[in-house]
């Protein structure tokens, strides 16, 4: 009977042991919970700064622009404003539109009501009537439209997401016609637009972009990622052994 026991124990160990290893190898299978496969070219890669900038910012836009636009179309004082007003709220419904699709289809959340400068600026419009309206409406509005222009040229030269690129090439257009259309009421203070944010002198263009894009992200291909996990398990696999030979 003895050796029987003796069978049985040094079976319930191998057990055990069989036991532990399973669960250092099933373990080791979120050892590497930030490696991401890399996507097929042309879409479907993680966000980055610039990326949700050029969302929130296309999104803010909107969010107080169709409400002054619809404002100057009701109460603008000359034909010319009434007329850019509506336009500019159509196409910012449009582009809005366009906006909140593509959030949807990556997932990312972007705001809802405009800050609470906008908001300002919203209620500093609404107190306004007359000459003062139409000058406060292009002013607002030109200045920016100005400084989001060179957002989307920023983010479309660098992004790696199919989708933005397609946001930015929409809201580029949009955004063009826009001060175009509010330049051409001669309302526009030239003197008084804030000056273009240019790269320092012998600044490299590419890194700066690269810097503005947080970074460059780097698709890790799906060997690497298999190499890796493999690794992993054997390295748990082996200290688990170990330990339990030591026990």
């Not at 029987?4 to 299978?29: F, K, P, Y």
């Not at 503005?212 to 696999?237: C, D, H, I, R």
């Amino acid at each position: 009977m003895a050796p029987l026991r003796s069978a049985r124990r040094r079976l319930g160990i191998r057990t055990h042991r069989a036991a532990m290893l399973l669960i250092a190898i099933i373990a080791g299978m979120g050892v590497l919970p930030g490696v991401a496969v890399a996507a097929p070219a042309g879409g479907g890669q993680q966000l980055n700064a610039a990326d949700m900038t050029l969302l929130n910012g296309v999104r803010l836009a909107g969010l107080w622009e169709m409400p002054a636009g619809q404002m100057a179309a009701e109460k603008g004082q000359s034909a010319k404003v009434r007329e850019i007003g509506a336009g500019i709220a159509n196409e910012h419904q449009r582009l809005d539109q366009l906006t909140v699709d593509a959030a949807n289809k990556l997932g990312a959340s972007i705001p809802s009501e405009p800050t609470a400068e906008q908001k300002g600026w919203l209620a500093e419009m609404q107190k306004a009537s007359g000459a003062r309206f139409d000058q406060i409406f292009v002013t607002r509005l030109r200045v920016a439209h100005g400084k989001i222009f060179p957002v989307i040229g920023a983010v479309r030269a660098s992004t790696r997401d199919a989708t933005v690129r397609k946001l930015c090439d929409d809201a580029n257009g949009f955004v063009m016609h826009h001060m175009q259309m509010l330049e051409s009421t001669g309302l526009v203070r030239w003197p008084e637009l804030p000056p273009a944010a240019l790269p320092a002198p012998g600044e490299d263009g590419l890194l700066a972009a690269a810097a503005a894009n947080t970074g460059p992200q780097v698709g890790v291909s799906s060997t690497v990622v298999w190499l890796v996990f493999l690794a992993a398990l054997g390295t748990g696999g082996i200290a688990t052994y170990r330990m339990l030979r030591r026990n």
